[in-house]
């Protein structure tokens, strides 16, 4: 029988479950989907609970002083009563449990407190700051994900050849390299050398935020941040990419005389980038690294940048609400890639 | 003919683990094998001549790198400073080599405590099983949910102690890593026959941990604390970077980088190519290094740890 004559190209066979997944089976499948989404969201909260518990002991066994903090110098001049009276508001002489169920309660109902190095409360600063960190941390995503995608393409489908040589090097040394290494490189390279590229900040200084002046100040962070980002990524699609490449499906496919790029990017890529997809979700903390270098070094004025400004002046509150946030980031991140892999690949079991 | 319709196992087949075992690195064919030496050569080959150079270079009439000279603040790369001189008017071929000193050193503590760390937990969390098993596991997840750098800078912030807080904060976020590694082993271990004909020798669980069980987990835990070199001279030159490491006399890479910053905006390029080029050399080089000596002990335990 002539494999080629075939009516239509039979799907590769582990993309898909064989036969039609047709209405109840899809439906069921939905709901099972929804149901590990929620249990892993439920897993979520004793892991919120736990890390912000870690953080507030943290803080409760800091030798830091807020009252003293709160008086800077004048501490040596401020009379005892009013010393007292402001270490009775900032509650700082409450049991530690009870200092915690407070900030706790505070955290459900939305109040997070008060920031200290920003003056304003904490909620306003994540308002303001959260856009503009979303926005650097999903374009160095994109550039991570689409470098990863063509040079991890490109290097399996000649594997030995120059490129794939070039390439490998390249990413084994970029592993070794600190975003900020790297961000002080482009500076030096493309804002100050070339003057293709303005060296900081979000706009240039006094002008609006438009589209062209964010836009152009976005891309040397958000390519910094991608290129370090992307050596993990692009060796993992090469690697994943060869090894679906000698399965059966792709020799099968092969076999049937399919054009070379059909074979790479319909059969051969589409099993590869199932763990991929896996690897971008778990890769969201080093994402939230690097962007917190990135940002300190381009002043963009994200709530990694905020964290550095917390951090130096030990503004508890915001850092505390930075930590959380981060950890439900790298959660969400995890729980998202799971459910895309559930969506993807019907024979992952949702029960685990 | 082959029947491309053949219905794959369903179910339980968790692709997020599926990994081509040893395809690549653990040396199948010739050229990979050399290219695996040659790493390794190369490797120590840099690591050596870091070491010379961080060791020897004061001895043979390197200056200072401590000593201000305001009369030649920034001058760029001259036979008298090999490497030019930063906003302070320091040596920097000399600063850059005490700093690489220092990084690594504390790099160093930081690797022993957190191997340390980690070797403790994961023992008693295999070798109790259960509950507390399961306990510390999820402390575990909720450490490692929390990006790394950012709980450093928490614990460096709260904590503004200079090098004890540095170690602290980065050996409190690296040793989850270890804890798994170490546990994995043990509960492997725990069913092996000669744990066996120890407790049916009598032995208390205590001595089993003491005599057996520990002992075999020591490759695997020096493994694990070379790995963790590199991450932890990453992490102090990040918080040093940051201005949250080392206090700023201490020469580390992380504050003469952090330095630098500045001065590279007015044009002065080499006070950060240097230092970040022997920052890089270093780390790949113990990398390197320690990949090669896992991939010939373990061939399996390829991508545990990862940076």
């Known amino acids: ?352 | 003919m082959v029947d491309l319709a053949t219905p794959v196992t369903s179910g339980g087949a968790d692709t997020g683990d599926w990994q081509p075992v040893a395809r690549s690195r653990a040396g199948r064919s010739r050229a990979a094998r050399t290219a695996n030496r040659l790493r390794l050569v190369a490797g120590l080959a840099t690591l050596v001549l870091l070491t010379v150079g961080a060791v020897l270079l004061p001895w043979l009439g390197g200056l200072d790198e401590r000593l201000v000279d305001y009369g030649a603040v920034l001058r760029p790369p001259s036979p008298t400073h090999l490497f030019g001189t930063d906003e302070a008017g320091r040596d920097l071929l000399s600063r850059t080599f005490a700093g690489l000193r220092v990084s690594l050193l504390v790099a160093a503590l930081c690797a022993v405590v957190s191997t340390a760390l980690g070797a403790l937990v994961g023992t008693v969390s295999g070798a109790l099983g259960g509950w507390t098993d399961r306990l510390v596991m999820r402390c575990v997840d909720a450490v490692n949910a929390v990006p790394h750098l950012l709980l450093g800078i928490v614990i460096v912030a709260l904590y503004r102690g200079g090098l004890l807080a540095v170690v602290a904060s980065i050996a409190l976020t690296h040793w989850t890593t270890v804890a798994r590694i170490v546990r994995a082993e043990v509960l492997s271990l725990r069913q092996r026959p000669f744990i066996d004909a120890a407790i049916s020798g009598g032995a208390s669980r205590w001595r089993v941990v003491r005599r057996h069980l520990l002992p075999a987990i020591v490759p695997q835990a020096a493994i694990s604390a070379v790995l963790l070199l590199p991450h932890a001279v990453w992490h102090e030159t990040a918080l040093s970077f940051l201005g949250l490491g080392l206090p700023p006399h201490m020469a580390s890479i992380g504050n003469i980088l952090g330095d630098g910053r500045g001065s590279v905006l007015a044009g002065a390029w080499w006070t950060v190519v240097l230092p970040s080029v022997l920052l890089v050399a270093a780390t790949l080089a113990v990398s390197g290094i320690a990949s090669t000596w896992r991939d010939r002990l373990v061939p399996r335990r390829r991508s545990e740890l990862s940076l």
């Not at chain 1, 990419?241 to 059909?262: I, K, Q």
């Open chain 1, 1 to 352: 029988m002539n494999l080629a004559d075939g009516p239509t190209p039979s799907p590769p066979a582990t993309a898909r479950q064989p036969g039609p997944l047709a209405g109840a089976g899809r439906r069921r499948r939905a709901r099972a989907v929804a149901a590990l989404a929620g249990r892993r969201l439920a897993f979520a909260v004793p892991v919120l609970v736990l890390v912000s518990a870690a953080v507030f002991a943290l803080g409760a066994a800091s030798p830091f002083d807020p009252v003293k903090q709160y008086y800077g110098n004048q501490i040596f001049t401020a009379s005892q009563s009013d010393v007292d009276r402001v270490r009775a508001e900032l509650g700082v002489d409450e049991p530690a449990l009870v200092q915690f169920g407070h900030w706790l309660g505070g955290l459900l109902t939305g109040d997070l407190g008060h920031s200290r190095s920003f003056r304003q409360p904490v909620t306003d600063v994540i308002g303001e700051r959260l856009p503009w960190t979303l926005l650097l941390m999903c374009s160095g995503l994109a550039v991570a994900v689409l470098l990863a995608l063509v040079l991890g393409t490109l290097a399996a489908r000649r594997q030995g050849g120059w490129l794939d040589r070039v390439v490998t090097a390249v990413g084994h040394a970029l592993e070794g390299i600190p975003p900020f290494v790297l961000a002080l490189g482009a500076i030096a390279v493309f804002a100050l050398t070339l003057r293709w590229l303005p060296v900081a900040g979000l706009t240039d200084a006094g002008q609006p935020a438009t589209f062209s002046q964010v836009t152009r100040h976005l891309v040397l962070p958000a390519s910094v941040l991608g290129v370090s980002q992307s050596p993990w990524l692009v060796l993992h699609v090469r690697q994943s990419l060869l090894s679906s490449l000698a399965e059966d499906h792709v020799a099968g496919a092969r076999a049937r005389g399919l054009a070379e790029w059909m074979v790479v990017l319909r059969h051969a890529l589409p099993t590869a980038l199932l763990p991929f997809v896996t690897l971008v979700g778990a890769r969201v903390p080093e994402l939230v690294t690097g962007a917190v270098l990135v940002e300190e070094v381009f002043s963009w004025p994200g709530l990694a940048s905020a964290v550095v400004k917390s951090a130096l002046s030990v503004d508890f509150p915001l850092l505390a609400a930075l930590t959380l946030l981060a950890t439900l980031a790298v959660l969400l991140g995890s729980l998202l890639a799971d459910v895309a892999v559930a969506l993807l690949d019907p024979r992952v079991a949702t029960d685990g």
